[in-house]
């Protein structure tokens, strides 16, 4: 939705989200991007977790259609989800992409500086857990290339010991990491 500042004249800015719970906006261009947590009872591994970059007007393919303009087998029509804006960068199904933040402080070393961290709270619902970590996703020319674990241990075997809710940038360069099963804030620092 959109609004004026007092609250008048509202719209829809975009829509077809099913749970995009985390929000960032990228510093080199002012893209929304944001976190995308897939539909239940697909399996293990369907559908998988998106980001999206949101553009007004657009429709993200929920619920009709998951990831790259699949059609749900419940709900999908083909013909609509041709039409559908494509998430930038798909990750594993049921791992729930909280928060996320661009790193733009200056602790860490440059090859860090523009790249996506996402918070993964973790699953409820898979027969082997996934998730319960931190992930950094590398940027390059303004689009996502990769993926890589950043902070994990909170999962041995199907014992979890946290699950990373929120991630900002610290105003000293570190990661700062919330915690919402034991109440607690990580703080990730670098040193040389």
């Not at 933040?101 to 070393?109: I, N, V």
């Amino acid at each position: 939705m959109q609004f004026n500042p007092d609250g008048s004249e509202g719209k829809i800015y975009a829509e077809g989200l099913k749970n995009s719970v985390g929000l960032a906006l990228y510093p080199n261009t002012n893209q929304i991007w944001a976190s995308n947590n897939g539909r239940d009872w697909l399996g293990d591994n369907l559908p998988p977790e998106e980001i999206n970059i949101i553009k007004e007007g657009r429709h993200y393919g929920w619920p009709f259609c998951y990831g790259d303009k699949i059609p749900d087998p419940k709900m999908g029509n083909a013909s609509f989800c041709k039409n559908t804006e494509p998430p930038v960068f798909e990750m594993q199904a049921h791992s729930a992409p909280l928060g996320l933040t661009f790193y733009t402080g200056s602790q860490f070393p440059k090859e860090f500086h523009g790249d996506l961290f996402v918070a993964f709270h973790g699953s409820w619902n898979r027969s082997v857990p996934t998730g319960y970590k931190v992930i950094r996703i590398k940027i390059k020319d303004n689009k996502p290339i990769s993926i890589e674990d950043f902070a994990s241990g909170w999962l041995k075997g199907t014992t979890r010991t946290a699950r990373p809710v929120g991630v900002l940038v610290n105003k000293d360069g570190s990661l700062l990491i919330s915690d919402d099963s034991g109440g607690k804030i990580f703080r990730i620092s670098y040193s040389k």
